[in-house]
C-alpha cells in the first residue's frame, strides 16, 4: 500500500506537498528494490517519479513501474539524474518552486536493507536562505516502525542579506573513492561580503587510513593601496596537510579554481537554487587526499594604472616530492575600464612556472587564452611563450626557448613543449578571413624564427588569397641553414560550366653551406626556376673528436684524458700515493676494502 508523508508549507502562500512512497517491491535473494515516489498538492494530480534500483521480479497482483514511466500533470518528463557515487540511489530533478519552498531533487535509495527518501529543497524567506542537500528519511520495508526511522542529511546552505552585508556558508558530507576504497569527505564554503570588501574561505576533511587530510583556502577582497604601477587589492593564502596540490597545465590555468577564486569572490558560491557539490566538485581533482604530501601556498591580486588586473600564486609543495609552483593570470584592457566586448583590445595572459629539483627541471610558460582580441571579438589574439631547463637527470644540459613554436621543418623532440603562434584568427567577415602568425626558437643545437600572413575571400562563386612568409633555420653543430621565403597571390572565378584561375608568386630558398639556392617565378602561364651554387644535401655528422670538444666539459687538470667523459674515483680503501719514476700518481691501495665509483657524461 502507499504511504503518503504531508508536508505543511510557511509563509504567505501557505498549503500543502504532499510525497507518496507507491509499489515498494523487495526481493531479499538479490537485495533488490523497485520504488516510485510522487510529489503534488493535496488534492491535485501529482508528479509522478519512479526510483528504480535493479527490478525485482514479477509477482501475481504487482505491477512494478516502467523504468521510461515519468508523468507529470502537464504530460511533460522530468529529467532524471542518477548519482554515480552510490548506484543505488537515483535522482530525478523536479525544478518547482511553490511559495518560498524550492524543490530541487527527489531520489529515492536502498542501502543496508532500507529504503530511503531524498529530497534536495530550499526556502527564501526575506533575505534568508536554507538549503538542504541529500535529506534523507530511511525506513527498513520488512519492519517499518517509528522507532526504525533514520533521518539523515548530506549538505546544508545558508545565506543571509541585509543591506550593505551578506553572510553566506555552505557544508557537504560526500563518499569518494581512494585506492579503491570509499571515505567520507566533509567540505565546507564562508564567505562575508560588505560594501568595500570580501572574504572568502573553503576547504576540505578526510580521514584516510585513519590519518587527517584536509586543506584551508582563504581569500581576502580589498583595497589595501599602493603606488599605481602596482596596487594591491586582494591576498590568499592556504596550505594542505596528507593533501596533493596539482598544478594545472597551462590551457587551464585560467580556470583553476585557486586562481578564479581570487578574481571573482562568487565562483565558489552555489548560488541561488545551485548545489554546494557543484562548487566544491571544481577543486576535487586538484586537491586530492595523498597520505604524505603537503603544500602552502600565498598569493596577490594587484593592478598596475587600471589597466591591467592580475592574481599570483606562489606555492610550494613537499613531502612525497618537491615542487616550487608559480601561477598567474593577467589581464589588461584597452582602453581602461571598457565594458567586456567594448574594449578596443583585450589580452588575458597565463603564467605557470614550476621547479622539480628532484626530476631537475624548470618549466616556465606564458599563454595567451581564448578570451583575448584586439578590434572586435571575432579578431583573437594567440600565442604562446616556453623556457625549459634540465639540469638534472638524463636531459641534463638541454634546454629550449620558445616564442610562438618551431619552424615548420624541425621536429621537437618529445620533451619540449608545444607553443601556439604568436599571431591573429580574425574572421572578418562571413567570406573573409585574416591569419598571421610568427615564432623564435633557440635550442643547443639550432636558431629558428619566422612568420606567415595570409588573407583569404571566398564566396560561391569567387576566391581571392595573399599569401607571404619566411622561414630562417639556422644549425652550428654541425653548421647548416635554411631559408624560405615567398609571395603568392591569386583569384579563382568559377562560370558554373568552367572556371577561371589566375595567380601570381614568386619564391626564394637558400641553403647551406656552401652557399647555393633557387628562385620560383610563378605567372600563371608560365613558371621559371633559377639554380645555383651545389644541390641541397644533409649536413655531415659530427666526428668524435668533434662532439667531445663542442659538447663535453673540458678535461680536469693532471687527468691523462683529453676529456671528462668517463671518471673513475676511489671511494675507500686508498692507503697512500707515490710519485713514480715518470713522475705519475701511484696509488697503494687495500685490495678488501677497495670501492670505485665511475660516472660517464654520455648515458
Not at 598544478?247 to 580556470?255: D, N, Q
Not at 633559377?530 to 673528436?545: C, E, I, S
Request: proline letters at 7%.
Amino acid at each position: 500500500c502507499p504511504a503518503t508523508v504531508t508536508i505543511p508549507i510557511c509563509g504567505p502562500v501557505g498549503g500543502e506537498v504532499a510525497v507518496q512512497i507507491y509499489s515498494v517491491v523487495v526481493d531479499s535473494s538479490v537485495n533488490a528494490v523497485v520504488a516510485g515516489i510522487a510529489i503534488g498538492g493535496i488534492g491535485a494530480k501529482p508528479i509522478a517519479v519512479p526510483l528504480l534500483g535493479r527490478p525485482a521480479e514479477k509477482t501475481a497482483g504487482s505491477s512494478p513501474p516502467s523504468r521510461s514511466a515519468v508523468n507529470t500533470a502537464g504530460g511533460g518528463s522530468p529529467t532524471a539524474t542518477v548519482d554515480s557515487g552510490d548506484g543505488m540511489r537515483k535522482w530525478f530533478v523536479v525544478g518547482k518552486t511553490i511559495g518560498p519552498l524550492r524543490l530541487g531533487r527527489v531520489g529515492c535509495e536502498w542501502k543496508d536493507g532500507k529504503i530511503g527518501l531524498l529530497l534536495d529543497s530550499a526556502v527564501d524567506v526575506g533575505g534568508l536562505h536554507l538549503g538542504l542537500t541529500g535529506l534523507c528519511v530511511r525506513l527498513p520495508p520488512s519492519d517499518p516502525k517509528p522507532a526504525n526511522l533514520e533521518w539523515a542529511l548530506d549538505g546544508i546552505d545558508l545565506a543571509y542579506r541585509g543591506g550593505p552585508i551578506s553572510i553566506s556558508g555552505s557544508f557537504l558530507r560526500s563518499e569518494i573513492s581512494l585506492d579503491g576504497q570509499k571515505t567520507i569527505q566533509y567540505d565546507g564554503t564562508a564567505m562575508i561580503q560588505a560594501a568595500n570588501f570580501a572574504i572568502t574561505g573553503f576547504g576540505s576533511y578526510a580521514s584516510v587510513d585513519g590519518r587527517a587530510s584536509l586543506y584551508l583556502f582563504a581569500i581576502l577582497h580589498l583595497e589595501l593601496g599602493g603606488p599605481p604601477c602596482f596596487r594591491v587589492n586582494g591576498l590568499a593564502a592556504g596550505f594542505g596537510y596528507n593533501r596533493k596540490l596539482t598544478l594545472p597545465p597551462i590551457e587551464e590555468v585560467s580556470s583553476f579554481p585557486l586562481v578564479r577564486a581570487a578574481l571573482d569572490p562568487a565562483y565558489l558560491s552555489s548560488g541561488p537554487g545551485g548545489l554546494i557539490q557543484d562548487a566544491m566538485g571544481k577543486l576535487q581533482k586538484f586537491i586530492p587526499p595523498s597520505l604524505g604530501d603537503y603544500w602552502l601556498a600565498i598569493g596577490i591580486r594587484f593592478s598596475s594604472f587600471e589597466m591591467i588586473q592580475a592574481f599570483a600564486l606562489l606555492s610550494v609543495s613537499f613531502g612525497n616530492e618537491v615542487e616550487i609552483g608559480l601561477l598567474g593570470l593577467a589581464a589588461v584592457t584597452i582602453p581602461k575600464g571598457s565594458e567586456p566586448g567594448k574594449a578596443v583590445a583585450y589580452a588575458e595572459l597565463a603564467l605557470r612556472v614550476v621547479i622539480k629539483p628532484a626530476e631537475g627541471t624548470i618549466r616556465m610558460e606564458a599563454r595567451l587564452t581564448d578570451e583575448s582580441y584586439v578590434f572586435c571579438r571575432d579578431c583573437h589574439l594567440t600565442g604562446g611563450f616556453a623556457f625549459y631547463i634540465w639540469f638534472g637527470g638524463p636531459l641534463a644540459g638541454d634546454f629550449v626557448l620558445t616564442l610562438g613554436g618551431y619552424h615548420p621543418k624541425f621536429t621537437p623532440p618529445s620533451h619540449y613543449p608545444i607553443v601556439p603562434r604568436l599571431g591573429i584568427n580574425w574572421q572578418v567577415t562571413k567570406e573573409m578571413s585574416i591569419t598571421g602568425g610568427m615564432y623564435f626558437a633557440l635550442t643547443p643545437s639550432c636558431l629558428m624564427a619566422g612568420g606567415k600572413l595570409a588573407a583569404v575571400y571566398q564566396s560561391s562563386s569567387v576566391k581571392v588569397w595573399f599569401i607571404a612568409y619566411a622561414d630562417f633555420l639556422l644549425s652550428w653543430k654541425p653548421f647548416y641553414y635554411l631559408i624560405d621565403m615567398g609571395v603568392a597571390l591569386g583569384v579563382k572565378v568559377d562560370l558554373g560550366v568552367s572556371s577561371i584561375r589566375i595567380h601570381l608568386g614568386a619564391q626564394l630558398h637558400l641553403w647551406g653551406p656552401e652557399f647555393a639556392g633557387l628562385i620560383q617565378i610563378d605567372l600563371t602561364v608560365i613558371s621559371v626556376t633559377v639554380r645555383f651554387g651545389p644541390d641541397k644535401q644533409p649536413p655531415a655528422p659530427l666526428t668524435a673528436q668533434e662532439f667531445v670538444e663542442s659538447f663535453l666539459p673540458p678535461a680536469l687538470k693532471g687527468s691523462p684524458d683529453t676529456s671528462n667523459v668517463i671518471v673513475t674515483r676511489i671511494n675507500s680503501g686508498l692507503i697512500r700515493e707515490e710519485k713514480g719514476q715518470d713522475e705519475s700518481t701511484v696509488r697503494v691501495v687495500n685490495a678488501h676494502g677497495l670501492a670505485l665509483t665511475t660516472q660517464s657524461l654520455i648515458p
